[in-house]
């Protein structure tokens, strides 16, 4: 007769603490089996990248750092997901399987909607519980923001770990040989990129009591925008969230005890709000997941633009001739890592003032994030190229975010060597300088640094007079209605609606 067992499957939640799939799998007491699956279909994902993987392996590694005998029930697999579950159906009664809700791409609700058949053929119950209070079948945001302040106050989940009973051995070596994770992509996994921040639940605990404790977040309102104070002084955990490493509770519930007696607590109460803003996006998108691919506002598929290829090649390889446009294109390739001001200008500059649909770079901007969370990515990617109808039109001014938000050239200077012998101003704008100049400092337009591919000025203006006009036809005005209703807090009576409207 076949043995019982339920399965834990992890996914973007690699920790031990507050984990409620876990602690449920635990206390049911059954033979329990972890896995974690490297799965197949990713490489046809555009937004994926290796750096992903490398931060899930790594997140892995750290598990087994710090509970090696509970990480003996996990099998860590390279394949199909689909294939692997059929596979222990063949040989073992899958009572139950145990995982969070995922708010991911297209593909991973495809590989979803594929298993969930499979597991009801199969009479298996799929227990998948909501993750940072992001709610699955939601209509609209009626009563959101409370159920958000109630899950982020009730206790931790908190597993049993030594109660975790494992599976037989012989499962796992036959998985093991089946799907075990194969030499190629351990060898190309092993070795963590070092201009990468550490990952793992380790590493974000460490990071997490830093950053309050040592009151890393004092400036936290100064220094959100720049792009080189921010990776200091910003609690740089979107990699841990992303991973799963913390949960938003854990982080919200360490930062308001900490808010109790704080010195600074205008910033810090800066830095929780954006957890709330964390649950909103990806709820967003858990509601509207066409936003991969399509306009969240329909009108705005009558908003034409032409691709134009060798602009948007020269914005990914950071050679726009704009230094502080290059400068984040090139850090965040290297670091995965930028603030939220300086991802809405690569954003901003792409669709503006290149006049580019966001399509051309959300999948890459979304390969360089070591963060990447598509239900932020995409919503957000959409919001900053102006194209929701709802909010506000940014048409950032890449010279004016330079003097700004980096008046001293840091991190300009960090990123791009070739300007780092000119004077402050031409840092800003090289193009500023005479041939004489030029020659004085040996540095050459077009040789050392290329020419600006486009003259912000008028690009600039004449977004900004396309946008505006576009925003106020009637067809943008009828579809906002629509958004507002089902994805804000609006006041439900329509005479009121246009009233109050809170959104982030
Ligand atoms: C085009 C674009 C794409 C983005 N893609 C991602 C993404 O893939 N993954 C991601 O985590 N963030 C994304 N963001 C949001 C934001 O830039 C990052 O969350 C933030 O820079 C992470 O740095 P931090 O952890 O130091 O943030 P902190 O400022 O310390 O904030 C703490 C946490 O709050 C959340 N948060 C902060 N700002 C925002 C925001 N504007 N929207 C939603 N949540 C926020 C994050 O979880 C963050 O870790 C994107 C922003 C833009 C403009």
Redesign the pocket.
């Known amino acids: 007769m076949k043995e019982a067992l339920n399965l834990i499957w992890f996914k973007r939640d690699l920790r031990w603490q507050d984990h409620a799939p876990l602690k449920l799998a635990i206390a049911d007491g059954l033979p329990l089996l972890g896995i974690f699956i490297f799965e197949d279909f990713y490489s046809q994902d555009p937004s994926w990248s290796l750096r992903h993987w490398h931060a899930q392996y790594h997140s892995l590694v750290d598990m087994q750092a710090t509970n090696k005998q509970a990480f003996n029930g996990i099998l860590v697999l390279e394949g199909d997901g689909h294939e692997i579950f059929s596979e222990i159906a063949e040989h073992y009664i899958i009572k139950g399987i145990y995982s969070y809700q995922e708010t991911g791409e297209d593909l991973s609700y495809q590989r979803d909607k594929k298993l969930a058949k499979l597991f009801t053929e199969k009479g298996i119950l799929w227990k998948e519980l909501e993750q940072n209070a992001v709610q699955r079948g939601r209509k609209n945001r009626i009563d959101w923001d409370e159920n958000w302040r109630n899950f982020m106050s009730q206790d931790l989940d908190q597993p049993n770990l030594p109660a975790w009973q494992s599976c037989s051995p012989t499962l796992k070596s036959h998985l093991k040989s089946k799907f075990g994770i194969s030499p190629l992509l351990q060898k190309r996994l092993k070795n963590w990129p070092p201009n990468f921040q550490k990952i793992g639940e380790s590493a974000a605990q460490i990071r997490l009591e830093d950053y309050l404790t040592q009151k890393i ?1 004092r400036n ?1 309102g100064a220094h ?1 925008g720049m792009p080189y104070e ?1 990776r200091r002084n ?9 991973w799963g490493n913390l949960s ?1 509770r854990q ?1 919200y519930q360490r930062s308001m005890r900490e808010l109790e007696n704080s010195p600074f607590p205008r910033d810090l109460r800066a ?1 929780i709000s ?2 709330h ?2 649950s ?2 990806v709820q967003k998108f858990e509601m509207e997941e066409s936003m991969e691919f399509k306009n969240l506002n329909p009108a705005f598929d009558s908003l034409k633009k032409e691709s134009q290829p060798p602009l948007v090649e020269a914005w990914k390889v950071g050679q726009t001739g704009y230094p502080l446009v290059d400068a984040c294109m090139r850090a965040v390739q290297e670091t995965g ?5 300086m ?2 200008v ?2 901003s500059f792409l669709c503006h003032q290149l006049w580019q649909n966001w399509q051309e770079g ?1 999948s890459f ?2 390969q360089q ?1 070591l ?4 239900g ?2 995409y919503p ?2 959409q ?2 190229s102006g194209c929701t109808g709802i909010n506000t039109i940014r048409v950032y001014n890449p010279v004016k975010q330079s003097l700004e938000k980096d008046p001293e050239a840091k991190f300009i200077s960090e990123w791009l060597p070739e300007l780092g012998e000119l004077p402050l101003a031409f840092k800003h704008q090289p193009w500023m300088m005479t041939s004489m100049e030029q020659s004085f400092y040996n540095f050459e337009l077009g040789r050392d640094y290329p020419q600006r591919i486009v003259d912000i000025n008028e690009s600039g203006a004449y977004a900004r007079d396309i946008l505006w006009d576009f925003r106020k036809s009637a067809w943008v005005r009828n579809e906002n209605q629509k958004i507002l209703i089902k994805h804000t807090t609006a006041i439900r009576d329509p005479q009121q609606r246009s009233k109050k409207i809170i959104q ?1």
Not at 234 to 240: K, T
């Open positions: 977040y936290y959100i921010s910003c609690s740089r955990l979107s990699p841990f969230f992303a938003i982080v830095f954006r957890l803003w964390h909103h996006f890592y930028l603030n939220f001001r991802r809405a690569l954003v959300a901007l979304a994030f963060d990447y969370i598509p932020i990515h957000q990617f919001m900053q982030p």
